[in-house]
C-alpha cells in the first residue's frame, strides 16, 4: 500500500502538533520534567545516597516506638484508600508544595521510613534521595511497601 503525500503530510502534522501539545503542557506543570537540562560533565562525581532497606517486621516495631515517622510517598488517593498506621501523607508528586509544612515533624523524628505502593514503586526511593538532599540523613526506606504490608495482613488505617 503506497501512501499519498497528502496522507504522509497530514500524520507529520499531527506528531508535529502532538510533541507541541506535550512540551506546552510540560512548560506548564507545577514540577515540569527537565527536558533541556544540559547533560552532566563525563567524570563529574555522582553522590551516593546511603538509604537502608528495611522489611515489613522492622517497619512495625519502629512505628511502635517513638520518634519514628512513616511517610507514604503514594498520592493522596491511595493514601486515604489506606496506609500503614501512623504514616503521614507525603507525595513525591506534591513534595515541593508539603515539605515546608512538614518540616518541624521531620526534623523532630529519630527515625523517618519511607514507603510507596511496593517493591515496583520508585516513588519511595525518589522521595528518600529529596529528603536528603534537603538534609533529612535519618532514612530508611521499606521497599515492599503497601504490598507487601497487606500481603503480611497487617493493620491498615483508612
Given at each position: 500500500m503506497k501512501l499519498k503525500k497528502r496522507n504522509l503530510?497530514?500524520?507529520?502534522?499531527l506528531a508535529a502538533a502532538s510533541v507541541l501539545f506535550g512540551?506546552?503542557?510540560n512548560f506548564f506543570l507545577?514540577?515540569?520534567l527537565p527536558l533541556f537540562q544540559p547533560l552532566p560533565a563525563a567524570g563529574t562525581p555522582v553522590t551516593v545516597?546511603?538509604?537502608t532497606e528495611v522489611d515489613a517486621d522492622f517497619v512495625l516495631q519502629a512505628s511502635a516506638g517513638s520518634g519514628t515517622l512513616l511517610l507514604d510517598a503514594r498520592p493522596d488517593a491511595a493514601y486515604r484508600l489506606g496506609h500503614i498506621p501512623g504514616a503521614?501523607?507525603?507525595?513525591?508528586?506534591?513534595f515541593a508544595a508539603s515539605f515546608a509544612a512538614m518540616l518541624p515533624r521531620l526534623r523532630a523524628a529519630r527515625l523517618l521510613?519511607?514507603?510507596?505502593s511496593g517493591s515496583t514503586c520508585n516513588d519511595s526511593h525518589d522521595l528518600a534521595l529529596k529528603l536528603y538532599e534537603k538534609g533529612m540523613k535519618n532514612l530508611l526506606l521499606y521497599k515492599g511497601g503497601m504490598e507487601d504490608w497487606s500481603g503480611k495482613n497487617h493493620a491498615v488505617e483508612k
Amino acid at each position: 500500500m503506497k501512501l499519498k503525500k497528502r496522507n504522509l503530510l497530514q500524520m507529520l502534522a499531527l506528531a508535529a502538533a502532538s510533541v507541541l501539545f506535550g512540551l506546552g503542557r510540560n512548560f506548564f506543570l507545577p514540577e515540569p520534567l527537565p527536558l533541556f537540562q544540559p547533560l552532566p560533565a563525563a567524570g563529574t562525581p555522582v553522590t551516593v545516597v546511603p538509604i537502608t532497606e528495611v522489611d515489613a517486621d522492622f517497619v512495625l516495631q519502629a512505628s511502635a516506638g517513638s520518634g519514628t515517622l512513616l511517610l507514604d510517598a503514594r498520592p493522596d488517593a491511595a493514601y486515604r484508600l489506606g496506609h500503614i498506621p501512623g504514616a503521614l501523607s507525603l507525595p513525591l508528586g506534591r513534595f515541593a508544595a508539603s515539605f515546608a509544612a512538614m518540616l518541624p515533624r521531620l526534623r523532630a523524628a529519630r527515625l523517618l521510613v519511607v514507603y510507596c505502593s511496593g517493591s515496583t514503586c520508585n516513588d519511595s526511593h525518589d522521595l528518600a534521595l529529596k529528603l536528603y538532599e534537603k538534609g533529612m540523613k535519618n532514612l530508611l526506606l521499606y521497599k515492599g511497601g503497601m504490598e507487601d504490608w497487606s500481603g503480611k495482613n497487617h493493620a491498615v488505617e483508612k
